[in-house]
């Protein structure tokens, strides 16, 4: 019982900077994500082309080879100088992002066609119709993805030791150092990542219940 007192605060310290980073991460990432969607549905060509080579070249490469990159990489340049926090979040938000893009643009493909021209027909712009016809749609659409999306992110914030970010993983390894109980304290740690992700689960539920009820 002792051991658990003191691993306690020093785990619960970890916890919480996992979850500002994953939230931070994924506010970014939503913001990433939706315009390029917005790019990818672009009829401009070049503005697709981009959004077609960032969301490719994010999926297709791994996520600790882009952490590795934000944060040495870019940190080798003389006008750059990211701490690691915050190259923690940039990593969560442009690889959260790109998968958000396809997300989303499912998402608005997935409403009928009718609905714009139905609304352009009523005098509404291209951006008043997506605004107030399809994206209050389609976001319905999107939640449960986006929760699966978010599980993936805060999962991730797991490699985020690599860059020497204190975050939950890191906290449980540095205890267990201490403490010589793996065994206690990796159980602890798996039990709080269950808790935050339950949580999370939980939430996207009960939003998903209240745009069911309207």
Known sequence: MEIFQEA?????????????????????????GLITALFRLSPIPPLRWIAIWFINFVRGTPFLVQLFFIYFGLNSLPFISLQPVTAGVVGIAINAGAYIAEIVRAGIQSIDKGQTEAARTLGLTSA??????????????????????AIISLKDTSLLSVIGIAELTQRGQVVVSATYEPFKIWGMVALMYFILIYLLTKLGDFIERRYELR
């Open 128 to 149: 008043q119709t997506m605004r107030y016809i399809i994206l209050p749609q389609a976001l319905r659409r999107m939640l449960p993805t986006f929760v699966n999306q």
């Open 8 to 32: 306690l605060p020093v785990l619960w310290a970890g916890l919480k900077l996992t979850a500002y980073i994953t939230l931070l991460g994924l506010l970014f990432g939503f913001i990433i």
